[in-house]
Structures are given as C-alpha cells and as structure tokens.
C-alpha cells in the first residue's frame, strides 16, 4: 500500500476501538507514511484490504520505525501516529490532539521528544511533510497549553 500523495510504501496499525473516534473516518485501521506523514484511514475502498494486511501480517507490530528510527513503540505508537494525522488542521481537532496525546504519553510516550526528533528529522530532508511539521506542534502546545 503506498501514499496517495508521495507514492511512498506506507506503514499501516491497527486502530484500537477507542481510539477509532479520533482517527481518519473513524477507521479500525489507519496508515502514516514515512516520506511525508500523511495519516490516513485503511479501508475496503481500493486503497487498501485491512483484512487481507492483517492476514498477511500475521500479529506483528507496525514498523513504526520506518517512519523514523526515533519513532515510539507499542499502544503508544499509535496514538502518537494518529496525533501527528490532527496537526494539518489542528485547529478543528483540538480535542482528538488532547485526547492522543494524553494517551501516548500514558503509554509511554515523551511527545515532546518524539516530535523534536521529527523535526530534526524534517530539518535534515529525511522526512517532507505536507505541512510545516514545527509550526504545528507549536500550535499544538499553545492550544493544549503547554511550555
């Protein structure tokens, strides 16, 4: 499965059911791409069958680490992808951001590590984002009041 907007081989996760509110269209599984951080739902739709990845996959964990070898690890990992998904329009996803990033830090997650470590990524062209990754999480922090 590669990104609609890099062409890029995606890293596709299981979404816990609640978790499912706050990723794209509310999908049971959704994808983040490597190349440019795009987060998408996986669906029946022609993109991809989560089923037949699921099959194919076996029960092994996302390759989260390809999207950065910084990148979290387990129940974390997840919520952090998702919570990167609400920054293009962050905004709008205000609560889902608080919610995300609540949980991954709960699961372990330093969010403020792991984004730094993005950003140098951004900064050293491994990773292109559509948007600006650093101003983001700026606004991300000012709406959820924090630094």
Do not use: K, N, Y
Not at 9 to 23: G, I, K, N, T, Y
Not at 28 to 33: D, G, P, R, V
Not at 39 to 56: F, K, L
Not at 79 to 94: E, K, N, Q, V, Y
């Amino acid at each position: 499965m590669t990104c609609p907007h890099c062409d890029t081989a995606v890293v596709a996760f299981p979404v816990p059911e609640d978790l499912r509110s706050h990723a794209p269209e509310d999908a049971a599984a959704a994808s983040i791409c490597p190349g440019c951080l795009a987060v998408g739902a996986v669906d029946g739709d022609g993109v991809a069958d989560p089923e037949a990845d699921a099959a194919t996959a076996g029960d092994a964990a996302p390759e989260f680490d390809r999207v950065h070898e910084s990148f979290p690890a387990g129940e974390g990992a997840v919520a952090f992808a998702l919570l990167i998904g609400t920054l293009p329009s962050i905004a709008l996803h205000r609560e889902s951001a608080a919610t995300l990033r609540e949980r991954a830090e709960r699961e372990g997650v330093d969010t403020a590590l792991a984004f730094d470590r993005l950003v140098e990524a951004v900064h050293e062209a491994e990773i292109v984002p559509e948007f600006d990754l650093e101003r983001r999480v700026r606004q991300l922090d000012s709406l959820l009041d924090r630094r």
